[in-house]
Every structure is written in structure tokens, then in C-alpha cells.
């Protein structure tokens, strides 16, 4: 089963580190495969949220996931959008923005380091946004019972995701502006720019997530009408199903790109080559899409039921840190660590739970047998 499923993801490691190789020697080959195992460690619970929203899916876009979407992981986030966001901030046509990345080196690191605000006030806001949904969502499985239980109870005033979202853009933004301010000005823009691209990280998760939820609901409401009249129904079950999963794929595809934003980021602390750069997160994203899969295809998160909780707080906290990171620099190792502790600690709760429940089963069975 793991060599099936991440067969691919074994044989793009090989053709990785063997061009990284042929790129620039053996010192690219180490470089290539820092940066598969940084972004290993990053995603790791971005495996695990798209575990959850992927077994919706029939096999069918799970491997549309695996292929297309791989595509728009590795060439569209790893090469495509440092490319893009320099042509941005510079100014530049993306022919000019790839002779740049390729000739001058430092120069292309500092106008995407340049970027960095723009890039984390996007990324920060949807991963925020989707945080926030999760924990003022009423749960028959609570993990963190004395925290959540009040939280779903806050859940019930409508919009207060967006509306403590958009606190933490403004406080964000005005402590950006004040920090500008005292330096004389010269980065004024920068708490525009960190407002602008936040509004519109939030804009982007609404539309994609509840064009995602309102199909989904309709496949919902379609199914339980088709079971109770034992009948045909109406309209097109095959059309909305492949409506809803469509924008559910395109709901996974901007998640992992907010995801992908630290990775890229990261990265430049330890390479400004882009070739390395999309080699090495190429070869990661792999596996963290391989990884997806076998999760949903084993029932992982069925079995071990705090894990999609530890994933969320893993995304609370990256959207902080990545918030921060608009003034202060945080090492990637912390960024990594934080997100590895909280899936391990909800993996182990669960493993305790699931323990706790055989030992109540067994003394169960054990009562209810009768004595000779």
C-alpha cells in the first residue's frame, strides 16, 4: 500500500536530486534535499486538512488531486510564483523576471524578501480564516474539551471569524505602520499593502470555500432526497457531484498555496537559486500529496480522531507566525517544530482515546458474559 501510493512521489525524488546533480554537483544534490525535507516538515499538517476535505472525493479527483494538482503544486507555487510576484514588485515582464532569477541571484532573493509582507498578509488571512471556521464549529469529537467548548458556543454569533480576522489584519497592519513611522516613513506603503493583500486573502477564502460548501450541501441535499423517494430525483446527481468536488479541488489548490508561502520563503535561507529551490519544494510537495492520500485511503483520520484537530491549530499558528513575519523574522525550524508538537500530541491523545475505549469495551463484554 505506502509503495503503491507513493511510488510517485519515490520516482520524483530520484529524478530531483539526479538533475540537482547534473544542475550544479553534489553540493546541489545536499541542497535539493534540505529543501524536500523542509517542506516535509512544514506541510506535514497540510497533509492532514487535505486528508479531511480530500475523502469527500471519489477516486476519480483524488487522482486529478495527484496529478493536475501536483503540477499546479511544484511548477505553479515552487517555480511560477516567486517568479510572478517579482515581476510584480519590480515592474518587470516575467521574461524579464526569469533572466533576473537566473543571472542576478541576490538581487531576485531581495525583491521576493521585498514581497514578503504582501505574500504573508495573504497567506496568514486564509489560513486564519480557516482556523477560525474550525474552532467555533460545534464538534461531537472535542480534543481540547475546556478550550472548544466555550469557543463553539462563541461560534453561534454570526461572521465572528471574519470580524476578529479582520481585527488581527488591522492590529497587524497599524503596528506595521507605526514601526514604519519611526523609522522616518520609508515603508509607509507597507501597512497598505499588508491591508490590501489580507482583505483579499479573506475575499479569496469566502468565494472558494463557499462556492466549495454550497455544492457540497446541494450533493448533500440531492443524495438524502434520492434515498427517501427510492427514485431517479431531479436535476443531475453525476454534474453537481462533479461541481462540487471542483471546487473543492480548487478550495485544496489555494489552501496549499497558502501553505506553500513559508516553504518558498524558507527556502531562501538556504538557496536564492530558483532551479534548486523548485526541485527541492517540488520533491517535498510530492510527498506531502502522497502522504494525503494515504491518509484518506487507510481512514487514518477515522481511526486517530484528534488528528484534523492538531492540524487546524497547526494552521492557527502558522497564520500567526506568518503575520509576525511581516516585521520580525522567525527560523523556519520553529515554524516547522510548532506544527510537527501539536500533531503529535493530538496523535497521541488519540491513540489514548482509542486505548480508553477498548479497555471500556472489553469490561463490557466481559460483564455481559454469563456466568456458568
Avoid at 514588485?89 to 526569469?98: E, I, Q, R
Avoid at 520563503?265 to 510527498?287: E, P, Q
Avoid at 516585521?327 to 497521541?348: A, D, H, R
Wanted: hydrophobic share 55%.
Amino acid at each position: 500500500m505506502i509503495l503503491k501510493t507513493f511510488r510517485w512521489a519515490f520516482a520524483v525524488t530520484a529524478l530531483g536530486l539526479a538533475a540537482g546533480v547534473l544542475y550544479d554537483g553534489w553540493a546541489a544534490f545536499g541542497i535539493v534535499a534540505i529543501l524536500a525535507v523542509l517542506e516535509i516538515s512544514l506541510s506535514f499538517d497540510n497533509a492532514v486538512v487535505n486528508a479531511g476535505i480530500l475523502k469527500k472525493m471519489n477516486t476519480f479527483w483524488q487522482k486529478i488531486f495527484l496529478t493536475v494538482g501536483v503540477l499546479v503544486a511544484v511548477f505553479g507555487m515552487r517555480l511560477v510564483f516567486p517568479v510572478v510576484i517579482v515581476a510584480i514588485t519590480a515592474k518587470l515582464n516575467p521574461y524579464d523576471a526569469v533572466q533576473l532569477a537566473l543571472t542576478d541571484k541576490s538581487r531576485y532573493q531581495q525583491l521576493v524578501t521585498d514581497a514578503h509582507p504582501a505574500i504573508a498578509a495573504f497567506g496568514g488571512m486564509f489560513l486564519l480564516m480557516i482556523f477560525l471556521d474550525f474552532i467555533f464549529e460545534d464538534r461531537d469529537i472535542k480534543w481540547l474539551a475546556w478550550l472548544e467548548r466555550p469557543l463553539a458556543k462563541l461560534g453561534k454569533v454570526d461572521m465572528l471569524s471574519v470580524c476578529i480576522a479582520l481585527l488581527v489584519l488591522l492590529i497587524t497592519a497599524f503596528t506595521f505602520a507605526t514601526h514604519a513611522h519611526q523609522h522616518g516613513g520609508a515603508h509607509v506603503d507597507k501597512a497598505q499593502t499588508v491591508l490590501i493583500s489580507g482583505i483579499a486573502g479573506l475575499i479569496t477564502y469566502m468565494v472558494v470555500g463557499g462556492l466549495s460548501g454550497y455544492f457540497e450541501n446541494r450533493l448533500e441535499d440531492e443524495e438524502e432526497r434520492e434515498e427517501a423517494e427510492r427514485s431517479g430525483g431531479t436535476g443531475s446527481p453525476v454534474k453537481l457531484a462533479g461541481q462540487a468536488a471542483f471546487f473543492m479541488f480548487l478550495y485544496l489548490e489555494v489552501l496549499d498555496a497558502s501553505f506553500s508561502f513559508d516553504g518558498v520563503i524558507g527556502a531562501f535561507a538556504i538557496t536564492n537559486d530558483i532551479v534548486l529551490m523548485a526541485l527541492g519544494l517540488g520533491i517535498g510537495a510530492m510527498y506531502v500529496r502522497s502522504l494525503t492520500v494515504y491518509l484518506v485511503r487507510q481512514g487514518t483520520l477515522d481511526d486517530y480522531v484528534y488528528l484534523e484537530h492538531g492540524a487546524h491549530y497547526a494552521i492557527g499558528a502558522l497564520a500567526v507566525i506568518l503575520m509576525v513575519t511581516i516585521q520580525y523574522q522567525i527560523n523556519e525550524i520553529i515554524t516547522g517544530l510548532v506544527g510537527v508538537v501539536l500533531i503529535g500530541w493530538s496523535f497521541w491523545s488519540s491513540v489514548r482515546r482509542n486505548k480508553q475505549l477498548a479497555a471500556i469495551e472489553g469490561a463490557t463484554e466481559t460483564d455481559s458474559v454469563p456466568v456458568p
